[in-house]
Nanobody, 123 residues
Framework: QVQLVEFGGGLVQAGGSLRLSCAAS????????MGWFRQAPGKEREFVAA???????FYADSVKGRFTISRDNAKNTVYLQMNSLKPEDTAVYYC?????????????????WGQGTQVTVSS
């Protein structure tokens, strides 16, 4: 069983930055594919970014060039650096982990989810 806890959400003005962190329990963190998803009110949960166990990175088109995902296996933590934030980035952001992720943008490829952290970008 893996537990995921997100940190770092908050309120920021458009154009600002935030860094989200996701701390994972368990001794096999380095073998997991890790993803960030988000869900805005009234919308479906959508893919934001992912990083494979080997460090490969994947991004949604809407965040390419603005967001950066990284991981620190020694700290069992994955990060999402969000720059040039826009009001449309406002959502609850969720961290996810999967042992056999093949399609990183697909929600059902992930086995474990965090509780989410709110990100609000004001215009």
């Amino acid at each position: 069983q893996v537990q995921l806890v997100e940190f770092g959400g908050g309120l920021v003005q458009a154009g600002g930055s935030l860094r989200l962190s996701c701390a994972a329990s368990g001794r096999t963190f380095s073998s997991y594919g890790m993803g960030w998803f988000r869900q805005a009110p009234g919308k479906e949960r959508e893919f934001v970014a992912a990083i494979s166990w080997s460090g490969g990175r994947f991004y949604a088109d809407s965040v390419k060039g603005r967001f950066t995902i990284s991981r620190d296996n020694a700290k069992n933590t994955v990060y999402l650096q969000m720059n040039s934030l826009k009001p449309e980035d406002t959502a609850v952001y969720y961290c996810a982990a999967g042992t056999r992720v093949t399609i990183y943008a697909r929600l059902n490829n992930y086995d474990y989810w965090g509780q989410g952290t709110q990100v609000t970008v004001s215009s």
